[in-house]
């Protein structure tokens, strides 16, 4: 079952890494966004994608959407927390190229995420069905 579950959450993880990085260098490079709000907005834009992706494929939940998403909402506004808090970090004080921050901060974050999901918002001890 956690094989099964961290494979999902990994092929969730790459459409979300890409949803991220895509609004991330758009806004960065197009749209001339500070880089530490281009990554909220790219954080954003997965994290919607992320809800129903897990919910519905990775934990096959059965709870009520009115239990998992505000538990969702809290999980990601904590790594948006974390995700944020790194940028500003790797980009201010270790003065790292914007993208290369952000791919240093997705080898963090997810796993977060996968631990707090999994064992939290889709309680999966009581919510998967295999």
């Known amino acids: 079952m956690l094989k099964l579950q961290l494979a999902r959450f990994a092929v969730v993880g790459i459409i979300n890494t890409l949803t991220h990085l895509g609004v991330l260098i758009l806004a960065v490079e197009w749209l001339h966004i500070y880089p530490v709000i281009a990554s909220i907005l790219g954080f954003a834009a997965a ?39 790194l940028m500003l970090l790797l980009l201010q004080y270790f003065h790292w190229w914007y993208f290369w921050a952000q791919l240093g901060v997705l080898l963090v974050v997810p796993l977060s995420n996968f631990i707090l999901n999994r064992y939290w918002t889709f309680n999966v001890r009581q919510g998967f069905k295999k």
Request: glycine content about 2%; hydrophobic content about 50%; cysteine-free.
């Open 47 to 85: 994290v919607s994608i992320s809800y129903i992706l897990n919910h519905r494929w990775t934990f096959e939940s059965s709870q009520e959407h009115s239990v998992t998403l505000w538990r969702f909402i809290v999980v990601s506004l904590f790594g948006l927390a974390l995700n944020t808090v």
